[in-house]
């Protein structure tokens, strides 16, 4: 089924763009605590990424330390922007003094890729501060998908959208949510952002195999994977992102680079946030993998980001 709309001009590739995608190996979220050393070391010498995320929200704001600090990240390191708060899976209408902000950021930092996630965050135009889950139907999927057909036309450029970790599920859910998250990016020609660790948990939490979630995502829609620390102390487990990534997320992590190829990575840590350098080096767990992996692999020549950007 074709959703509306579909036959409209496509958003800017990303291909297109000054700050294009390239293969950017392994990043780190950019957050206040690691300030003084993520500007010194930009110039100077010691362990660093390779490239930030920052979250879109933080920055949209008319001016102030934050802006100046991205301003001398962005001269230093690819950028990629993260929102929260899109609500794409709303039945509220989408907000266009959000989407007008998140446009402005966009156009003036030129991130490799923009991302946010495949849920609804709020109802009435309140903001509930969480990532909830979606109804997997064929209704909302389609009606999801003109959505972002919307935003991608507003912000001339396409997104990614995560799969979040989840903790209910609707009794009236038709479909996997593998097959809900590809079914939309081919629908609304987007990226996914592929969570790794919320793969990892939502599995357990439902009882699906994490194996056969990866195994059906489309190689050529991934842009980039997320790493994170969960808790997993009761029947459910939380995705926290307040400690080290779990090995056997880790080797999640690296049966699906064997299946998609290589792909950016990024290691969140939101909470109990660590040491800029203890931050850098579970960014060195990831990457040792990666390397792996992109030696082993003859597409390493082309990142994946690259091939779903370009669409």
């Not at 969570?195 to 190689?219: E, K, L, M, R």
């Not at 203890?278 to 990666?290: F, P, S, T, V």
């Amino acid at each position: 089924m074709t959703p509306r709309g579909a036959g409209r001009s496509r958003p800017a590739r990303s291909s297109d763009r000054p700050g294009s995608v390239a293969p950017l190996g392994v990043g780190v979220g950019l957050r206040p605590v690691h300030y003084p050393e993520v500007l010194e070391r930009s110039t100077g010498s010691g362990p660093r990424p390779d490239y930030f995320e920052a979250i879109s929200e933080n920055f949209m704001i008319p001016g102030g330390r934050p802006l100046r600090v991205l301003e001398q990240v962005r001269a230093s390191y690819p950028l990629v922007l993260h929102g929260v708060s899109l609500n794409v899976g709303s039945s509220d209408p989408l907000d266009e003094s959000y989407l007008d902000a998140l446009a402005a950021l966009c156009d003036r930092f030129e991130p490799a890729f923009v991302s946010d996630h495949l849920c609804w965050t709020g109802r009435g135009g309140r903001n509930l501060h969480d990532l909830l889950p979606l109804p997997l139907t064929e209704e909302v999927m389609r009606y999801t998908s003109e959505r972002v057909l919307r935003v991608q036309d507003r912000l001339r450029r396409r997104i990614a959208l995560e799969n979040v970790s989840s903790y209910a599920a609707f009794v009236y859910d038709e479909m996997p949510e593998w097959e809900f998250l590809a079914g939309i990016a081919e629908r609304a020609d987007c990226g996914i952002l592929l969570d790794v660790n919320n793969v990892f948990v939502s599995a357990h939490n439902h009882g699906f195999d994490s194996d056969a979630y990866v195994a059906a995502i489309p190689a050529s829609r991934v842009v980039q994977i997320h790493l994170a620390g969960h808790r997993d102390e009761g029947p459910i487990w939380i995705d926290t992102h307040d400690r080290p990534i779990r090995e056997e997320v880790l080797a999640l992590y690296e049966r699906t680079l064997r299946l998609l190829g290589p792909v950016p990575t990024l290691v969140e840590w939101d909470d109990a946030i660590p040491s800029y350098d203890d931050l850098l080096a579970e960014a060195d767990r990831a990457r040792r993998i990666l390397d792996r992996v992109s030696e082993a692999d003859p597409r390493r020549g082309a990142t994946h980001a690259s091939a779903a950007a370009a669409g």
